[in-house]
């Protein structure tokens, strides 16, 4: 029997928890962020980012293929020892927190800027977490459902976004490459915050219910993130002008306020009201994944001791700092810099390692 045959994922839960993990909240200021570094062609770069992110997930699906009944920390304690697969629990731990802390920040203060702005941030942060510690205490299963689900209602947002390009002035697209290739080579860097997050493979590889077709779905996932950033780029590159889409934080809202309905004023802060449970995938199965590692670490199959541990400490430290929005900035950038090397350069590295390994046959392998 399959050791974690009893929390299989479907295929299509598979794709949507990567897909809504890596956009759930990056769209909102992707568009700010591209024309600073590259004008209004910094849509180009999210076609080049896609291709690279591609090609490191893929590596990442190659890694597992070595050792498809495990996780990563299964297959390091298998290659390289029992030590190298606690260090990875620890770090692949806390870089997972990291994650799914950045986005409940932002969330946090992107709710109290637009929703609740009397209510305090350590409320809001109580209120996101309840649900949170529900639907992650129930397993990969229930939270791979509810993901499903997120995704699903939540197909009407391109039409919402349609609807405000009857403003639009197309000719704020060109010209196309003004700026030249440098600084759109650089917008990349920029832009690797808004596609960290294909490294859940490493965890979620062994509970696909059909391993076979994990590189269909991280391609297809990716595919559908590039597809949502360029939708969302290009409305907002049309919509503002090149100077005016600079004056905001997240144009990806400021440009709803296009829209005019009779029974609603404000059609932004219904959609914000909505997205809050969009934001929710943004940290969520990172979280989820953090307590994963931390009970792997220990010995424990269940991970809801270590989950409420990990509400409490959350709560607490949130009672004595909150970030700013400048601080969940800078966040950001730190999770793009350190997410850069843990998913893009430490695959590669351990894939010639892996290849190395067993071309040499350097040994036997050891077990756990």
């Known amino acids: 029997m399959k050791k974690y045959a009893y929390n299989e994922i479907t295929f299509m839960q598979y ?18 962020v591209l024309a600073e570094k ?25 890694v597992m293929k070595r050792y498809p009944d495990g ?10 020892g029992k030590w190298a697969g606690k260090a990875g629990a620890i770090l692949f731990a806390l870089y997972f927190f990291f994650y799914g802390y950045t986005g409940l920040v932002y969330t946090v203060l992107i709710t109290k800027q637009w929703l609740l702005p009397q209510t305090s941030a350590l409320l809001l942060l109580i209120l996101l977490l309840i649900p949170t510690y529900v639907i992650v205490r129930s397993g990969l299963r229930v939270l791979g459902k509810f993901v499903e689900m997120v995704i699903l209602i939540s197909l009407w947002i391109p039409l919402v976004y349609l609807l405000s390009l009857k403003d639009a002035h197309w000719l704020h697209l060109l010209p196309i490459l003004d700026v030249g ?41 990716y595919t559908l993130t590039m597809l949502a950033y360029l ?5 907002c590159f049309a919509y503002f002008s ?23 004023e404000r059609i ?41 541990l990990l509400w409490l400490f959350i709560v607490v430290g949130t009672y004595f700092f909150m970030p ?45």
């Open 324 to 368: 700013t929005y400048n601080q969940s900035a800078q966040m950001n950038d730190a999770l793009g810099k350190i997410g850069f090397y843990v998913e893009y350069v430490f695959p590669g590295c351990l894939l010639i390692y892996l290849y190395i390994h067993d071309r040499l046959g350097w040994g036997k392998h050891k077990h756990s």
């Open 15 to 32: 794709i949507f928890l990567t897909f809504g993990m890596v956009v759930s909240i990056s769209f909102l200021a992707l568009p700010r």
């Open 231 to 235: 939708f969302v780029t290009i409305a």
């Open 268 to 308: 932004e802060v219904l959609f914000i009201a909505f997205y809050v449970i969009i934001f929710s995938l943004s940290w969520m199965l990172p979280l989820y994944l953090c307590v994963f590692c931390t009970s792997w670490l220990f010995g424990k199959e269940d991970h809801r001791s270590h989950l409420r």
């Open 181 to 221: 290739w440098k600084p759109l080579l650089s917008a990349i860097s920029n832009t690797i915050y808004f596609h960290v997050g294909f490294v859940t493979t490493f965890i979620l590889y062994p509970f696909l219910k059909h391993k076979q077709k994990a590189a269909k779905g991280i391609i297809i996932s």
């Open 38 to 62: 590259a004008g209004v062609s910094g849509w180009i770069a999210l076609i080049l980012c896609w291709a690279i992110t591609l090609a490191a997930s893929l590596i990442v699906i190659q």
């Open 242 to 264: 090149p100077d005016e889409i600079l004056a905001y934080n997240e144009p990806g809202i400021n440009i709803l306020r296009s829209l005019e309905f009779k029974f609603i």
């Open 71 to 80: 996780t990563i920390l299964d297959l390091l304690t298998r290659y390289l």
